[in-house]
Protein backbone atom coordinates (compact mmCIF):
# COMPACT_ATOMS: atom_id res chain seq x y z
CA UNK A 1 0.00 0.00 0.00
CA UNK A 2 1.25 3.51 -0.98
CA UNK A 3 0.29 6.40 1.29
CA UNK A 4 0.42 9.59 -1.15
CA UNK A 5 -1.19 11.86 1.48
CA UNK A 6 0.33 12.65 5.12
CA UNK A 7 -2.43 13.21 7.14
CA UNK A 8 -5.10 9.83 7.71
CA UNK A 9 -6.32 7.16 9.64
CA UNK A 10 -3.95 5.38 11.33
CA UNK A 11 -4.59 1.93 11.37
CA UNK A 12 -1.63 -0.71 12.41
CA UNK A 13 -1.97 -2.25 9.07
CA UNK A 14 -1.55 1.14 7.21
CA UNK A 15 1.93 1.92 9.21
CA UNK A 16 3.36 -1.39 8.20
CA UNK A 17 2.76 -0.87 4.69
CA UNK A 18 4.49 2.59 4.28
CA UNK A 19 6.99 2.83 2.04
CA UNK A 20 10.63 3.32 2.55
CA UNK A 21 10.95 7.34 1.50
CA UNK A 22 14.11 8.63 -0.26
CA UNK A 23 14.62 10.63 2.60
CA UNK A 24 12.69 11.44 6.04
CA UNK A 25 9.27 11.53 5.33
CA UNK A 26 6.30 12.50 8.08
CA UNK A 27 2.63 11.10 8.59
CA UNK A 28 0.03 12.41 10.50
CA UNK A 29 -2.83 10.77 12.38
CA UNK A 30 -6.42 12.31 11.78
CA UNK A 31 -8.18 9.22 13.61
CA UNK A 32 -7.48 10.81 16.70
CA UNK A 33 -7.16 14.64 18.48
CA UNK A 34 -4.25 13.08 20.38
CA UNK A 35 -1.74 14.86 17.70
CA UNK A 36 0.57 11.73 16.61
CA UNK A 37 2.46 11.46 13.58
CA UNK A 38 4.80 8.71 12.20
CA UNK A 39 8.47 9.82 11.00
CA UNK A 40 9.84 7.08 8.57
CA UNK A 41 13.54 7.40 7.30
CA UNK A 42 15.32 5.89 4.56
CA UNK A 43 16.93 3.69 7.10
CA UNK A 44 13.47 2.31 7.49
CA UNK A 45 13.28 3.05 10.49
CA UNK A 46 9.16 4.07 11.89
CA UNK A 47 8.86 6.19 14.78
CA UNK A 48 5.54 7.71 16.79
CA UNK A 49 6.42 10.99 18.16
CA UNK A 50 3.66 13.36 19.79
CA UNK A 51 3.36 16.82 18.35
CA UNK A 52 1.82 19.98 20.15
CA UNK A 53 2.78 23.28 21.35
CA UNK A 54 4.25 24.36 24.38
CA UNK A 55 4.52 27.92 25.74
CA UNK A 56 3.86 28.93 22.00
CA UNK A 57 6.77 27.50 20.32
CA UNK A 58 6.16 24.15 18.30
CA UNK A 59 7.30 20.33 20.54
CA UNK A 60 7.65 17.51 18.73
CA UNK A 61 8.57 14.55 21.48
CA UNK A 62 9.61 11.06 20.71
CA UNK A 63 7.43 7.89 21.82
CA UNK A 64 8.54 4.95 20.21
CA UNK A 65 9.22 2.56 17.32
CA UNK A 66 5.99 1.28 15.52
CA UNK A 67 5.54 -2.37 15.85
CA UNK A 68 7.22 -2.46 19.34
CA UNK A 69 3.73 -0.22 20.97
CA UNK A 70 0.62 -0.85 19.77
CA UNK A 71 -1.05 2.45 18.02
CA UNK A 72 -3.69 2.66 20.69
CA UNK A 73 -0.87 3.21 23.22
CA UNK A 74 0.91 5.69 21.31
CA UNK A 75 -2.32 7.83 20.85
CA UNK A 76 -2.81 7.00 24.92
CA UNK A 77 0.62 8.56 25.40
CA UNK A 78 0.12 11.62 22.73
CA UNK A 79 -2.63 12.52 24.43
CA UNK A 80 -0.77 12.89 27.68
CA UNK A 81 1.54 15.13 26.60
CA UNK A 82 -0.37 17.34 25.11
CA UNK A 83 -2.52 17.85 28.25
CA UNK A 84 0.72 18.38 29.96
CA UNK A 85 1.51 21.09 27.47
CA UNK A 86 -1.90 22.53 27.90
CA UNK A 87 -1.34 22.35 31.33
CA UNK A 88 1.79 24.19 31.33
CA UNK A 89 4.03 21.72 32.37
CA UNK A 90 7.07 20.81 29.96
CA UNK A 91 6.11 17.30 28.01
CA UNK A 92 9.17 16.53 27.52
CA UNK A 93 10.68 16.70 31.18
CA UNK A 94 9.71 13.16 31.93
CA UNK A 95 11.92 11.61 29.11
CA UNK A 96 14.70 14.36 30.20
CA UNK A 97 14.22 13.47 33.86
CA UNK A 98 15.03 9.27 32.12
CA UNK A 99 17.89 10.08 30.57
CA UNK A 100 19.97 13.08 32.43
CA UNK A 101 21.59 10.62 34.46
CA UNK A 102 22.92 8.20 31.15
CA UNK A 103 26.77 7.64 30.66
CA UNK A 104 28.58 8.38 27.65
CA UNK A 105 29.27 3.96 27.91
CA UNK A 106 25.82 3.86 28.32
CA UNK A 107 24.32 5.95 25.40
CA UNK A 108 26.79 4.74 23.25
CA UNK A 109 26.39 0.66 23.77
CA UNK A 110 22.26 1.15 23.92
CA UNK A 111 21.86 3.98 21.33
CA UNK A 112 24.96 5.15 18.87
CA UNK A 113 25.84 1.54 18.39
CA UNK A 114 23.07 -0.05 18.03
CA UNK A 115 21.44 2.64 15.61
CA UNK A 116 24.24 5.17 13.97
CA UNK A 117 26.89 1.96 13.20
CA UNK A 118 24.51 0.11 11.27
CA UNK A 119 24.90 2.49 8.63
CA UNK A 120 28.72 1.55 8.43
CA UNK A 121 30.43 -1.07 6.16
CA UNK A 122 31.64 -3.98 8.93
CA UNK A 123 35.04 -3.12 8.89
CA UNK A 124 34.73 0.45 9.48
CA UNK A 125 31.90 -0.50 12.08
CA UNK A 126 34.23 -2.98 13.62
CA UNK A 127 36.79 0.02 13.65
CA UNK A 128 34.87 2.69 15.29
CA UNK A 129 34.22 -0.02 18.23
CA UNK A 130 37.06 -0.90 19.34
CA UNK A 131 38.11 2.93 18.70
CA UNK A 132 36.21 4.19 21.68
CA UNK A 133 37.11 1.61 23.50
CA UNK A 134 40.95 2.01 23.25
CA UNK A 135 40.25 5.57 23.21
CA UNK A 136 37.92 7.18 24.91
CA UNK A 137 37.69 5.21 28.11
CA UNK A 138 38.45 8.19 30.40
CA UNK A 139 35.08 9.58 29.64
CA UNK A 140 33.18 6.20 29.55
CA UNK A 141 31.57 6.17 33.38
CA UNK A 142 31.09 10.46 32.98
CA UNK A 143 27.07 11.78 32.28
CA UNK A 144 27.13 13.25 28.56
CA UNK A 145 25.77 16.70 30.04
CA UNK A 146 29.06 16.75 32.32
CA UNK A 147 31.36 16.19 29.21
CA UNK A 148 32.77 19.83 27.94
CA UNK A 149 34.57 21.51 25.55
CA UNK A 150 37.45 21.80 28.01
CA UNK A 151 37.53 17.86 28.51
CA UNK A 152 37.83 17.20 24.83
CA UNK A 153 40.70 19.81 24.31
CA UNK A 154 42.50 18.50 27.50
CA UNK A 155 42.29 14.87 25.51
CA UNK A 156 43.41 16.13 22.27
CA UNK A 157 46.40 17.78 23.43
CA UNK A 158 47.42 14.94 26.19
CA UNK A 159 47.46 12.46 22.52
CA UNK A 160 49.58 15.98 20.55
CA UNK A 161 51.80 15.30 23.16
CA UNK A 162 52.49 11.64 22.67
CA UNK A 163 52.91 12.14 19.11
CA UNK A 164 49.43 10.37 17.98
CA UNK A 165 47.58 13.33 15.82
CA UNK A 166 45.08 11.49 13.85
CA UNK A 167 44.46 9.60 17.16
CA UNK A 168 43.56 12.95 18.25
CA UNK A 169 41.39 13.98 15.37
CA UNK A 170 39.73 11.16 15.50
CA UNK A 171 38.50 11.68 18.94
CA UNK A 172 37.22 15.03 17.70
CA UNK A 173 35.61 13.14 15.07
CA UNK A 174 34.13 10.69 17.20
CA UNK A 175 32.71 12.43 20.06
CA UNK A 176 31.06 15.08 17.80
CA UNK A 177 29.11 12.52 15.74
CA UNK A 178 28.24 10.82 19.13
CA UNK A 179 26.65 14.25 20.53
CA UNK A 180 24.92 15.14 17.17
CA UNK A 181 23.16 12.04 17.16
CA UNK A 182 22.44 12.66 20.79
CA UNK A 183 20.95 15.77 19.38
CA UNK A 184 18.94 14.46 16.94
CA UNK A 185 17.54 12.02 18.59
CA UNK A 186 16.23 13.94 21.29
CA UNK A 187 18.57 13.77 24.57
CA UNK A 188 19.44 16.10 26.44
CA UNK A 189 22.88 17.63 26.58
CA UNK A 190 24.16 20.80 28.47
CA UNK A 191 27.20 22.27 26.22
CA UNK A 192 25.18 21.46 23.05
CA UNK A 193 28.07 19.16 20.92
CA UNK A 194 31.01 20.09 23.40
CA UNK A 195 33.13 18.59 20.16
CA UNK A 196 31.93 21.79 17.65
CA UNK A 197 34.87 24.43 17.19
CA UNK A 198 37.20 22.31 18.16
CA UNK A 199 40.34 22.42 15.61
CA UNK A 200 42.02 19.42 14.43
CA UNK A 201 45.63 19.39 13.90
CA UNK A 202 46.94 19.14 10.49
CA UNK A 203 48.43 15.35 9.43
CA UNK A 204 51.03 15.01 7.52
CA UNK A 205 50.57 12.34 4.73
CA UNK A 206 52.82 8.95 5.74
CA UNK A 207 54.94 8.29 2.61
CA UNK A 208 57.00 5.76 3.95
CA UNK A 209 57.43 2.61 1.06
CA UNK A 210 60.37 0.10 0.86
CA UNK A 211 62.99 1.49 -0.39
CA UNK A 212 65.67 -0.19 -3.67
CA UNK A 213 68.28 -0.92 -0.50
CA UNK A 214 65.25 -2.50 1.40
CA UNK A 215 64.21 -4.69 -1.04
CA UNK A 216 66.42 -7.56 -1.28
CA UNK A 217 66.78 -8.07 2.85
CA UNK A 218 63.12 -7.55 2.96
CA UNK A 219 62.25 -10.22 0.11
CA UNK A 220 65.17 -12.63 1.59
CA UNK A 221 63.36 -12.47 5.08
CA UNK A 222 60.33 -12.86 3.26
CA UNK A 223 61.49 -16.34 1.14
CA UNK A 224 62.93 -17.53 4.72
CA UNK A 225 59.09 -17.42 6.19
CA UNK A 226 57.60 -20.75 6.96
CA UNK A 227 54.09 -19.54 6.45
CA UNK A 228 52.61 -19.78 3.15
CA UNK A 229 49.75 -17.74 3.26
CA UNK A 230 51.43 -14.75 4.87
CA UNK A 231 54.21 -15.36 2.38
CA UNK A 232 51.61 -15.38 -0.24
CA UNK A 233 49.67 -12.42 1.40
CA UNK A 234 52.34 -10.09 1.23
CA UNK A 235 53.90 -11.25 -2.11
CA UNK A 236 50.67 -10.40 -3.81
CA UNK A 237 50.24 -6.94 -1.68
CA UNK A 238 53.29 -6.13 -3.17
CA UNK A 239 52.46 -7.16 -6.73
CA UNK A 240 48.79 -5.22 -7.02
CA UNK A 241 49.14 -3.25 -4.28
CA UNK A 242 45.31 -3.24 -2.93
CA UNK A 243 44.02 -2.35 0.14
CA UNK A 244 44.81 -5.24 3.31
CA UNK A 245 41.31 -5.61 3.40
CA UNK A 246 40.64 -5.88 0.20
CA UNK A 247 43.59 -8.66 -0.32
CA UNK A 248 42.45 -10.69 2.90
CA UNK A 249 38.98 -11.31 1.61
CA UNK A 250 39.22 -12.17 -2.04
CA UNK A 251 37.28 -14.94 -3.33
CA UNK A 252 38.08 -17.35 -6.20
CA UNK A 253 34.69 -16.69 -7.70
CA UNK A 254 36.14 -12.62 -7.98
CA UNK A 255 39.08 -13.60 -9.96
CA UNK A 256 39.89 -14.34 -13.54
CA UNK A 257 43.31 -14.92 -14.31
CA UNK A 258 42.95 -15.29 -18.21
CA UNK A 259 41.38 -11.99 -18.31
CA UNK A 260 44.65 -10.82 -15.61
CA UNK A 261 41.47 -9.03 -13.70
CA UNK A 262 40.10 -9.24 -9.99
CA UNK A 263 36.50 -7.72 -9.10
CA UNK A 264 36.33 -6.10 -5.73
CA UNK A 265 32.83 -5.46 -4.88
CA UNK A 266 32.82 -3.65 -1.46
CA UNK A 267 35.94 -1.09 -1.29
CA UNK A 268 36.62 1.66 1.00
CA UNK A 269 35.63 4.44 -0.95
CA UNK A 270 32.32 2.92 -1.11
CA UNK A 271 32.84 1.93 -5.03
CA UNK A 272 33.00 -1.61 -6.72
CA UNK A 273 36.66 -1.42 -8.59
CA UNK A 274 38.06 -3.83 -11.68
CA UNK A 275 41.86 -3.85 -10.59
CA UNK A 276 44.56 -5.68 -13.50
CA UNK A 277 46.54 -7.99 -11.81
CA UNK A 278 50.66 -8.20 -12.91
CA UNK A 279 52.16 -11.73 -14.32
CA UNK A 280 54.11 -12.14 -10.70
CA UNK A 281 50.61 -12.03 -9.25
CA UNK A 282 48.67 -14.24 -12.06
CA UNK A 283 51.82 -16.52 -11.56
CA UNK A 284 51.33 -16.59 -8.07
CA UNK A 285 47.62 -17.03 -8.39
CA UNK A 286 47.57 -19.58 -10.40
CA UNK A 287 50.07 -21.85 -8.23
CA UNK A 288 47.83 -20.96 -4.84
CA UNK A 289 44.94 -21.85 -6.75
CA UNK A 290 46.07 -25.43 -7.74
CA UNK A 291 45.43 -26.22 -3.78
CA UNK A 292 42.97 -24.38 -3.04
CA UNK A 293 40.50 -25.24 -0.27
CA UNK A 294 38.04 -22.91 0.02
CA UNK A 295 36.51 -20.07 -2.09
CA UNK A 296 38.78 -17.92 -0.16
CA UNK A 297 42.32 -17.07 -1.45
CA UNK A 298 43.45 -17.10 1.77
CA UNK A 299 41.12 -19.01 4.03
CA UNK A 300 41.31 -19.43 7.77
CA UNK A 301 39.42 -21.99 9.87
CA UNK A 302 40.40 -20.42 12.74
CA UNK A 303 38.88 -16.60 12.29
CA UNK A 304 34.76 -16.19 12.19
CA UNK A 305 35.08 -14.29 8.67
CA UNK A 306 36.24 -17.60 7.28
CA UNK A 307 39.39 -15.52 6.07
CA UNK A 308 43.10 -15.06 7.36
CA UNK A 309 43.27 -12.32 9.19
CA UNK A 310 45.80 -8.82 10.03
CA UNK A 311 49.20 -11.56 10.88
CA UNK A 312 50.69 -8.51 13.09
CA UNK A 313 53.23 -11.30 14.87
CA UNK A 314 54.10 -12.93 11.72
CA UNK A 315 54.77 -9.07 10.15
CA UNK A 316 56.34 -8.17 13.20
CA UNK A 317 59.18 -11.33 13.10
CA UNK A 318 59.54 -10.49 9.19
CA UNK A 319 60.56 -6.96 9.87
CA UNK A 320 62.80 -7.87 12.59
CA UNK A 321 64.23 -10.98 10.43
CA UNK A 322 64.99 -8.00 7.70
CA UNK A 323 66.41 -5.34 10.22
CA UNK A 324 63.81 -3.03 8.95
CA UNK A 325 62.12 -0.30 10.81
CA UNK A 326 58.94 2.01 10.99
CA UNK A 327 57.43 0.09 7.46
CA UNK A 328 53.28 -1.00 8.16
CA UNK A 329 51.67 -3.30 6.32
CA UNK A 330 49.83 -0.97 4.31
CA UNK A 331 52.81 0.46 3.16
CA UNK A 332 53.25 -2.33 0.42
CA UNK A 333 50.26 -0.79 -1.11
CA UNK A 334 52.62 2.56 -1.14
CA UNK A 335 55.22 0.73 -2.44
CA UNK A 336 52.93 -0.31 -5.19
CA UNK A 337 52.20 3.61 -6.19
CA UNK A 338 55.80 4.67 -5.24
CA UNK A 339 57.73 2.55 -7.97
CA UNK A 340 54.53 3.24 -10.67
CA UNK A 341 55.63 6.82 -9.91
CA UNK A 342 59.35 6.36 -10.25
CA UNK A 343 59.22 4.17 -13.13
CA UNK A 344 57.38 7.32 -14.83
CA UNK A 345 53.60 6.07 -14.26
CA UNK A 346 51.44 9.51 -14.37
CA UNK A 347 49.26 10.38 -10.94
CA UNK A 348 46.45 9.39 -12.69
CA UNK A 349 47.37 5.73 -13.67
CA UNK A 350 48.84 5.24 -9.94
CA UNK A 351 45.51 6.17 -8.86
CA UNK A 352 43.89 4.10 -10.85
CA UNK A 353 45.71 1.00 -10.02
CA UNK A 354 45.04 1.39 -6.23
CA UNK A 355 41.63 2.39 -6.76
CA UNK A 356 42.03 6.20 -5.12
CA UNK A 357 38.59 8.11 -6.11
CA UNK A 358 40.34 11.57 -5.99
CA UNK A 359 43.65 12.94 -7.06
CA UNK A 360 44.40 14.21 -3.48
CA UNK A 361 44.79 10.62 -1.96
CA UNK A 362 47.48 10.05 -4.83
CA UNK A 363 49.49 13.46 -4.54
CA UNK A 364 51.91 11.91 -1.99
CA UNK A 365 53.42 10.09 -4.89
CA UNK A 366 53.96 13.54 -6.76
CA UNK A 367 57.40 13.81 -5.95
CA UNK A 368 58.80 10.61 -6.76
CA UNK A 369 57.69 11.48 -10.39
CA UNK A 370 60.58 14.13 -10.95
CA UNK A 371 62.85 12.38 -11.75
CA UNK A 372 61.28 10.85 -15.03
CA UNK A 373 59.88 14.08 -15.73
CA UNK A 374 63.81 15.46 -14.90
CA UNK A 375 64.72 12.46 -17.64
CA UNK A 376 61.98 13.49 -20.16
CA UNK A 377 62.68 17.40 -20.13
CA UNK A 378 66.89 16.52 -20.22
CA UNK A 379 66.32 14.50 -23.34
CA UNK A 380 64.20 17.13 -24.93
CA UNK A 381 66.52 19.86 -24.34
CA UNK A 382 69.74 17.79 -25.53
CA UNK A 383 67.42 17.10 -28.32
CA UNK A 384 67.01 20.81 -28.88
CA UNK A 385 70.95 21.52 -28.77
CA UNK A 386 71.57 18.49 -31.07
CA UNK A 387 69.98 20.63 -34.08
CA UNK A 388 71.14 23.76 -32.95
CA UNK A 389 74.72 22.13 -33.08
CA UNK A 390 74.21 20.70 -36.37
CA UNK A 391 73.20 24.01 -37.91
CA UNK A 392 76.35 26.23 -36.52
Known amino acids: MVIKNTHFNFTEKALNTLPIPEKSSTYYDNGSEAGLCVICTYGGAKTYYAYMKYQGSPRRIKIGRVGQIKLTQARQKALELKLKSLNDEDPAQERQDAL ?26 RSEHLFFYNHLCCFHNRKMISITKFDIEKLRDVLKQDGKLHTANRVITLISSI ?78 LDMGFVYFADTKNGEAQQIPLTL ?3 SLLKEMKENKTSDFVFPSESSTSGHYEEPKRAWKTLLKTAKIENLRLHDLRRTQGSYQAITGASLNIIGKSLGHKSISSTQIYSRLTADPIRESMQKATDKMLDFIKKDE
Do not use: C, V
Open 100 to 125: RDMTLKQFYETQYFPRHTTLLKANSK
Open 179 to 256: YARALEWGYPTRYGNPALGISKFTEKSRDRFLHPEEIERFWKALEENPNETFKNYIKLSLFIGQRKNNILSMKWSDID
Open 280 to 282: QAI
